[in-house]
Every structure is written in C-alpha cells, then in structure tokens.
C-alpha cells in the first residue's frame, strides 16, 4: 500500500515568486491536511480538504491556498513568496479527518532566497 | 492561536529511565488526542492516542494519560532507548475533525 507521497521533496525559490507543491494520499483516503513546520513552532494547521471542499483553515494569510481534485490529490500554492515561509510543508491523508488517524508524507522542504 | 501546547522544547533522559512529555490544550471541544513522533527530514509518524472518554491508554513501552480536567496530557515512555531519540509531537482533534499539534519536544536519550 503505497504512501503519502509529496512532491518535490525539495524547492528553492526567490522572494514574491509563487511556488505550487502537490500531495497525492493514500489511495481511499478523502481528506488531505497541510500544515507548515518551523523550528520552535511545531505544526502549523494550514487548512483541510474532504472531497474536493476546503473543510477546515488556520491563521494563515490568502497568500496560502489549496485545492483537492476528485481522485484526492491535492496541492498547495503560496503567491509573493517571503523569507519567512521558508519551512517544511507536510502534507497528511486520513480517511476522514482527525478521528480516523493521519499518514503524513516526508515533506517539501521549501527554501525562499 | 495555540491551542495545543508542549511547554518543554527539549528533554534528556538516560537509557532505561522514564520519559514523561507534557501537553496541554485550551480548547474544551477537543476530544481525541494524539501523540506523533518525528525523525529528521521524515514526516511525523502516529504513536499512540486516547480518546476522551478514557483517562490512560497503553500500548507496549508507551502510556498516554489524560486529564481532562486539567486539560493535560502526557506520554510515559518506559523504560527509554536510544531509537526513542525524536521530536515528540502532541495533537488534538475535536468535532471539526481538522487536528492541531503542538511545538513538539525533543526527547534526547543518552545510552
């Protein structure tokens, strides 16, 4: 049973370029989470897709979007890129949501310069 | 807005001892709780949880224990290894099904 796979597993990108990272799930699962990690803030919560719907979004600006498409993948696209988004973006699966478990894939290390 | 809290960025125990990570959550409506552990340059892999309906939950070396009350929970690693050396991470999910985590805390085991 295949993984959570990301892609690229790494990125570097300039300042106010925009950047797209996709996420393909674990093949039924129908929700995708994203979340941003940096050191000494953990796991931020970006937002939540369930069937092609945004269901769920944390505090970050509009600069930050995602879609999901009918077989589950998913992506995520940062516009006018900035220093400080330079982290790990991991991306998980879940049948359901929280109470069903996530599978995370390894992550997109995304450098801005 | 921190909902889950890991307060301890870093803990050092030695091999064979008892590792405790703390976590604390402000939001009441939550009420499934996880614990993840992550290596470098790997996602973040599921550990053990605990629903809110139940105040201990174990599984082998690992014990979670709720509080609901306090809104704390805490993992119990027992007895330590060297291969637990990771970034612990503790989330909570509740009826809106999205799961926030904490900062995480790196638990260091020496040999």
């Known amino acids: 049973k295949a993984g959570v796979t990301q892609t690229p597993r790494y990125l570097i990108k300039t300042r106010g370029q925009q950047v797209t990272l996709s996420c393909s799930p674990i093949?039924?699962?129908?929700?995708v989470s994203w979340y941003q990690q940096t050191p000494g803030q953990g796991l931020q919560f970006l937002f939540e897709y369930f069937s092609e719907t945004q269901r769920n979004k944390g505090n970050f600006p509009g600069r930050f979007s995602g879609r999901q498409f009918s077989n589950s993948r998913s992506e995520m696209n940062v516009s006018t890129l900035e220093l400080g988004d330079s982290a790990l973006y991991l991306c998980?699966?879940?049948?359901?949501?929280?109470?069903?478990?996530?599978?995370f894939g390894s992550g997109t290390r995304l450098t801005v310069v | 807005d921190q909902q889950v809290k890991q307060n301890s960025p870093s803990l050092s125990v030695q091999e064979g001892r008892i590792s405790i990570l703390n976590c604390d959550y402000t939001?009441?409506?939550?009420?499934?709780f996880l614990w993840y552990k992550k290596y470098p340059a790997e996602g973040p892999t599921f550990l053990i949880s605990?629903?809110?309906?139940?105040d201990k939950n174990e599984d082998g070396r690992f014990t979670v224990f709720l509080n609901k009350s306090a809104k704390h929970l805490s993992l119990h690693i027992v007895p330590s290894q060297p291969g637990d050396s990771a970034v612990y991470f503790c989330a909570a999910s509740g009826e809106g099904n999205d799961m926030r985590f904490g900062a995480g805390t790196r638990l260091t085991v020496k040999p």
């Open positions: 998980a699966s879940s049948l359901g949501g929280g109470w069903y478990g996530y599978t």
């Open positions: 093949s039924g699962h129908r929700s």
């Open positions: 939001n009441s409506m939550f009420d499934y």
């Open positions: 605990i629903s809110s309906i139940k």
